[in-house]
């Protein structure tokens, strides 16, 4: 058997392997966690309950991680791909959320999950509706979408009786320029976490500036077990609708992940059996992290950036680093301590975070040509879509569930016409 990390079923020694293993953990903790803290935050879920949830997010990435690794049946992609809860999701979480609560995100995903698992059995007739200017159109409403989120957060959190005070402001810029900092002038696994080094930067000035509540971490345990349905689960037919349609527009997030593992890491082309294998698994990834009262688990696109950098394919590399993640949700101390980070101290990094999924999907749309047919499918998606979620009052005569799916964020609006005028529109002569 191999021993090199550069061959997919190489299998490097422990000493080796655990930190290539936790590089892939840093670079993907930050925004595994987020979304849960941002939903814990608008739903007001207490403290306590936030570690928990945290918990969660943690263990059900580790367990799905180490699927698409070492696949069970056809669930899993059989290469280095990392599992965590999606930020793309966030948007149609906070509106289904403030709706119908945890119990509703979760039964929406578990339904949605079932929809991406059909999409991955049948992926490759499917594949040539998804060129690139309908995925980075999606992607760029993403990311215009969850911006004023970000800078609700960078200033303290919009319930916060301390909202866009000076402090907040300050903190948010500390984290925000020591993410710049590493990024821009580091290198290696430095510039890879700098995002993990800027929160904890932020973390300590927090500390240092009395924004720290240490209560929580001195009542949490050391040893917890995720106890699944804590919160129960609801099914409504719009929120199910929404989030389905969301589910589709993962399942091109996901193609599109592993295409660039096999292209980076390997240099060739993701086979049929690996795409579907892990749409599969993140179809049933996400109903597993639904079932431990988690948002939708995908592949994480900065983890993709490794591979491509360091050419390290091997997938016990990634296991490794799923079994860190496991671990890390066995443990409630540590969700006590990330619980404790500052609104604004995440909002300084997910500034940075949503600004780069819209910049993404701008990478995207620009691989083909920008004008005709596809100047206009990105122009009428992103006005009705990204104008939709920002003004969802025009939507106000209509049913609660029309608003729900089409008003929630824009973002399913934005995919839904630009998969139909993809589909619709005559290709231009040079086509």
């Keep these: 058997m191999s021993k090199s990390p550069f061959e997919l079923n190489g299998v490097p020694p422990l000493k080796q392997a655990f930190p290539l293993g936790l590089q892939h953990v840093l670079a993907m903790f930050v925004g595994n966690i987020t979304p849960i803290i941002i939903i814990a935050g608008i739903l007001q879920i207490p403290a306590d309950e936030k570690i928990f949830l945290i918990q969660c997010a943690m263990f059900a990435s580790g367990i799905v991680t180490l699927v698409q690794a070492y696949p069970i049946g056809p669930v899993g992609a059989k290469l280095p791909v990392v599992m965590g809860t999606s930020f793309g999701f966030l948007p149609t979480c906070i509106a289904i959320g403030k709706q119908y609560g945890l119990a509703g995100i979760l039964g929406a995903s578990i339904v949605g999950g079932l929809v991406e698992i059909v999409l991955g059995s049948f992926l490759r007739p499917l594949r040539k509706l998804f060129p690139p200017v309908v995925t980075g159109t999606v992607l760029l409403s993403i990311g215009l979408s969850l911006l004023p989120v970000g800078v609700q957060y960078f200033a303290g959190g919009v319930k916060a009786p301390d909202f866009g005070s000076p402090s907040n402001l300050i903190l948010g810029f500390i984290v925000l320029v020591t993410i710049l900092i590493f990024k821009s002038f580091a290198k290696g696994a430095l510039s890879v976490s700098s995002i993990l080094i800027g929160i904890i930067v932020g973390y300590v000035a927090a500390f240092f500036m009395g924004k720290l509540n240490l209560a929580n971490f001195a009542s949490a345990g050391y040893f917890s077990f995720p106890m699944p349905l804590k919160y129960g689960i609801s099914f409504h037919w719009d929120a199910i609708a929404a989030m389905a349609l969301m589910y589709v527009v993962t399942t091109v997030e996901t193609v599109g992940d592993i295409s660039g593992i096999t292209m980076g890491g390997a240099n060739r082309e993701a086979t049929d059996k690996e795409l579907s294998g892990g749409v599969i698994a993140d179809g049933a990834g996400s109903i597993f992290a639904a079932l431990f009262n988690c948002l939708p688990n995908t592949s994480f696109s900065q983890n993709v950036g490794i591979v491509a950098m360091t050419k390290v394919m091997s997938r016990y590399v990634v296991a490794v680093g799923a079994v860190i993640l496991i671990v890390s949700g066995l443990v409630p101390k540590l969700g006590a301590v990330l619980a404790?980070?500052?609104?604004?101290?995440?909002?300084?990094?997910?500034?940075?975070?949503?600004?780069?999924?819209?910049?993404?999907?701008?990478?995207?749309?620009?691989?083909?040509?920008?004008?005709?047919?596809?100047?206009?499918?990105?122009?009428?998606?992103?006005?009705?879509?990204?104008?939709?979620?920002?003004?969802?009052?025009?939507?106000?005569?209509?049913?609660?569930?029309?608003?729900?799916?089409?008003?929630?964020?824009?973002?399913?609006?934005?995919?839904?016409?630009?998969?139909?005028?993809?589909v619709i529109l005559p290709k231009d002569e040079h086509e």
């Design 340 to 422: 404790m980070i500052p609104n604004s101290v995440l909002g300084g990094a997910m500034v940075i975070v949503f600004s780069m999924i819209a910049v993404s999907g701008m990478t995207l749309i620009t691989k083909q040509s920008m004008a005709g047919r596809n100047a206009v499918i990105v122009a009428v998606a992103l006005g009705l879509g990204f104008g939709l979620g920002s003004v969802p009052e025009a939507l106000v005569s209509f049913p609660e569930g029309v608003r729900m799916i089409f008003g929630g964020s824009g973002i399913v609006v934005s995919g839904t016409i630009a998969l139909l005028l993809n």
